[in-house]
């Protein structure tokens, strides 16, 4: 989605506070990485789980769940929102596990 001044954001997970903040309206970087670089502005993301590297490649389509080199994909979803929401680690989505992800970062 966009706002008024046609700036996207991420209409599901909207920000909480001043888009124009240190974390664009996110109350972390995490937050900020996931919902907005990854989720509206389609970065590929990288982040540790648990000593786990986990890496998704975002697509023009889609979304999925890479190895490292991003040369095979495990798991496709059709967007970054459902990706968080429907990835499982342990059986909870990244968006439950999002205090306990590490070495958040857009690719």
């Known amino acids: 989605m966009t706002d008024l001044m046609g700036y996207p954001y991420n209409g599901k997970y909207p920000p909480k506070g001043d888009k124009r903040g ?3 309206g ?3 970087d ?3 990485t996931l ?7 389609g970065y590929d993301l990288t982040f ?9 490649l975002s697509g023009k389509d ?20 459902t990706a968080l929401e429907q990835f499982k680690i342990e059986g909870k989505s990244l968006i439950e596990l999002i205090d ?5 970062e857009p690719v």
């Open 35 to 41: 919902f907005y670089d990854f989720a509206v502005q």
């Open 62 to 81: 889609y979304v999925a769940l890479c190895d490292e080199h991003y040369t095979e994909e495990y798991q496709v979803f059709p967007d970054g929102n």
């Open 26 to 28: 996110y109350s972390s």
């Open 48 to 56: 540790v789980y648990k000593g786990k590297r986990y890496c998704f």
């Open 30 to 32: 995490v937050e900020e």
């Open 100 to 104: 306990q992800l590490q070495e958040v």
């Open 22 to 24: 240190i974390y664009h």
